[in-house]
């Protein structure tokens, strides 16, 4: 696939980790135009069999996305305040980057503030830069709650009394305190955290596609009771297995030496 004419977007493709960098000056804006390219996107990847990690990162150093539009928002209707059916088209666009059958990862390396945090929390991995990175859901300062996913995906990472520090408190959490509290999975240092993503996406990428597609689901099912997830984990585990690519790789760890004292003392 030839991934052309992206204005807010720079994309790289390298042995199946396609690296989309938002490069929208001045401050990585969550606006129209921006949100309509990562919609594009995702529809692109998800489709694209050649692509198994899907990487998120900036060319600014000091924003990841900064903020939603508010213009934007200050355009949408108040007439209506009933409960809809269907997503927003918001949350539409950064769920696909939970529920894509790829594994997403967000570099953040400045700020991601509002539908950036939001954005950044429906990623499958999030990375973020120490000394740097600052994450926060400032809306309630302004009259407004989060509207694309803060009050329901920050709780489920951190907690909900925490969650309701950062939306009601309007700060910012660092880096490391992201780390501590969830918000992100792990905070390096700044000249560590490309080279680890980079490891990270190429160990990933190695991955078949479909074992990536089970595993997030597989995983997804821990959101419900036991009993239920374990049932969905070996229905999808026996999906695998029946992959022939499975099979010859299970071959092949055994033809390899498997199993003997020598290889399992071996680094993975």
């Not at 999906?239 to 390899?256: F, K, N, S, W």
Request: with cysteine; net charge negative.
């Amino acid at each position: 696939m030839a991934y052309d004419d992206y204005e807010c977007l720079r994309i790289a493709v390298h042995n199946r980790v396609l690296r989309a960098t938002i490069d929208h000056p001045p401050i990585n804006l969550f606006d129209l135009p921006l949100l309509t390219e990562i919609r594009r996107l995702t529809g692109e990847v998800a489709a694209d069999d050649d692509v198994h990690v899907l990487i998120v990162d900036s060319a600014d150093p000091d924003f990841f996305i900064a903020h939603a539009d508010v213009a934007l928002i200050l355009d949408l209707p108040t007439d209506d305040t009933a409960l809809h059916v269907e997503l927003s088209a918001f949350n539409a666009t950064v769920e696909a980057f939970r529920t894509m059958p790829k594994a997403t990862i967000a570099v953040i390396e400045g700020i991601a503030r509002g539908g950036g945090s939001e954005f950044a929390m429906a990623f499958d991995m999030r990375y973020a830069a120490l000394g740097k990175a600052r994450l926060g859901q400032p809306e309630a300062a302004l009259g407004i709650i989060p509207g694309g996913g803060g009050t329901q995906r920050l709780p489920r990472l951190v907690g909900r009394g925490r969650a309701l520090e950062v939306i009601l408190g309007c700060m910012d959490v660092d880096a490391a305190n992201a780390e501590t509290w969830g918000y992100v999975d792990r905070a390096l240092p700044a000249d560590d955290l490309r080279p680890f993503v980079d490891k990270l996406a190429a160990r990933i990428a190695s991955v078949p596609l479909g074992t990536i597609a089970c595993a997030k689901r597989a995983v997804d099912a821990a959101s419900r009771d036991l009993a239920t997830g374990l049932r969905i984990e070996d229905q999808l585990f026996r999906e695998t297995l029946a992959q022939p690519v499975a099979r010859e790789r299970l071959q092949a760890i055994i033809d390899a030496g498997a199993q003997t004292r020598e290889f399992e003392l071996g680094e993975l």
